[in-house]
């Protein structure tokens, strides 16, 4: 393995990964935290964080962020579409 991959992640990493989901998910994160939190919702939660964290240590585990990222990010575009389309009808 290359010694490069254990190395810590920089901020710009994720957006390199994550490319529009790295600025989706924290406000999807924040949304689930404060609006919309449940026994299901507290999962991702703790996921999120979890991901989080450990990717921050190796650049290696931004995978383990990618599918809490698309759940976040598609909560978020779910909820603003759903307003439009709410206050069009």
Not at 7 to 24: D, N, V
Not at 51 to 78: D, E, N, Q, W
């Amino acid at each position: 393995d290359s010694v490069a991959e254990h190395q810590a992640a920089k901020p710009g990493t994720y957006e390199q990964y994550l490319l529009i989901l790295s600025k989706l998910a924290p406000w999807g994160f924040g949304m689930v935290a404060i609006g919309y939190t449940n026994d299901a919702s507290s999962f991702l939660l703790v996921y999120g964080i979890a991901a989080y964290f450990f990717s921050h240590k190796m650049v290696r585990l931004i995978l383990l962020t990618s599918p809490i990222a698309s759940v976040l990010g598609g909560m978020l575009c779910g909820r603003v579409a759903g307003t439009c389309i709410e206050g069009v009808g």
